[in-house]
């Protein structure tokens, strides 16, 4: 089955970008069909509704929640890419309803996402805050739990472009965890299950992005959902949507989300758990802060009576602007031996930098600036 083909189709074109809010998705909510169950199962600090869908008859459960970090909205756009499947007449998607009840909550932090940040409006951490349950939001995350008992959980957000797929220049474009349930991170029947689920997603991704999938670290913090969850007995799979080349809105990483969830959603029955496919999860690529977005090489500095060649890197920062989410490129290393890859580099050729300050790029500078007084870059990208 080509999933690449079947996201073409359903691709939920009325949200896209990164800015993604209860204002956008609450018509979309409201418009689909009765046997998608849609309920306000509790409200945010603010007062913002938390919507939860429930979907399909069948006996094996699976719990899944995207924006606990308000800031992360890819796995949204593909959970309702997954919606527009589910209500269609494919076999495929009457097989999902007829195997599985879904409950899905496509934004738990309704408050961090209107304000594009990770914590909540209290200014915590909802991902460290499953001990000491402090906040609305991570309390009704346990009660729907509890109350759901599902077969198997997914925890999905979005991960920073600084990652690659192990050593080499390929970006985790989709990373997973089957999260730990104890601090010697060890493998219990339950914590194999979300291996096995993740082991059969990875093979799928590897048609479309190979090389491009990476292994979260694993170290224990009961103060995670995630890791609570699997040490409650759950399979809890952590999804991590990232990097894909010059997709910065995310929208190519959408669809690897909505093709793994798929996938796992159409083999779940087929697998094996039986068999045990360790060896295959660990042979993904662990994670690694391997990138920055652009690199400048070679270029000559003038340091007064010194002239030199070096290079520098620079990163963005998300910034939000009258509802939009803006990329401000700031610099965040100097220096002749940069030992990460960049999404984009330019060799510079040894071309004279200068800039509306003193003529030297410095850390936490915005990266704008000329090339032998006419190449303009603006924002870190050459504006000729």
């Known amino acids: 089955m080509d999933l690449n083909n079947i996201y073409s189709i359903y691709k939920e074109v009325r949200l896209k970008g990164r800015y993604i809010t209860n204002k956008h998705i609450e018509p979309i909510l409201k418009s689909l069909p009765d046997f998608f169950n849609l309920s306000v199962i509790g409200k945010s600090v603010n007062g913002k509704p938390i919507y939860s ?64 940040t990770r914590v909540n409006a209290n200014e915590i951490d909802l991902n460290r805050d499953s001990v000491d349950l402090s906040q609305p939001e991570s309390k009704l995350l346990r009660k729907t739990f509890e109350e759901f008992e599902p077969d198997f959980c997914y925890n999905l957000h979005d991960q920073r472009t600084i990652f690659a797929a192990g050593d080499k220049n390929y970006p985790a474009t989709v990373s997973f965890l089957a999260p730990s349930y104890n601090n010697e991170k060890e493998y219990n029947k339950s914590r194999l299950k979300a291996v096995n689920v993740i082991a059969e997603m990875n093979e799928e991704l590897q048609k479309y992005i190979p090389n491009q999938v990476g292994r979260f670290d694993d170290s224990f913090n009961i103060n995670c959902i995630g890791d609570m969850f699997q040490s409650l007995g759950v ?18 990483t959408r669809k690897f989300i909505f093709i793994s969830i798929l996938s796992s959603l159409l083999k779940m029955k087929e697998i094996d758990f039986l068999v045990n496919k360790l060896n295959n999860y660990l042979k993904i690529p662990q994670n690694k802060i391997n990138f920055y977005d652009i690199i400048y090489k070679k270029i000559k500095i003038n340091d007064g009576s010194l002239k030199r060649i070096t290079n520098f890197a620079a990163h963005y920062k998300e910034v939000l602007i009258e ?16 030992s990460r890859f960049g999404h984009l580099e330019y ?38």
């Open 53 to 116: 869908v429930k979907i399909g008859t069948g006996n094996t459960k699976v719990f899944m929640w995207s924006q606990m970090h308000g800031n992360e909205s890819t796995t949204t756009k593909a959970l309702f890419d997954l919606f527009l499947f589910l209500n269609g007449d494919s076999n495929e998607a009457n097989q999902i309803r007829n195997d599985f009840t879904l409950l899905i909550i496509p934004i738990l932090n309704p408050d961090g996402a209107e304000a594009y």
């Open 235 to 252: 399979p809890t799979i952590l999804f991590e949507a990232g990097h894909y080349q010059d997709d910065y809105e995310r929208e190519e």
């Open 323 to 338: 509802n939009d989410v803006i990329f401000e490129a700031f610099v965040v290393e100097i220096g002749d031996e940069i």
């Open 347 to 384: 060799d510079c050729e040894g071309l004279e930098y200068s800039d509306n300050f003193n003529n030297i790029p410095e850390i936490d500078r915005k990266a704008d600036f000329y090339l032998d007084k006419d190449k303009k870059f603006v924002n870190g990208l050459n504006k000729m």
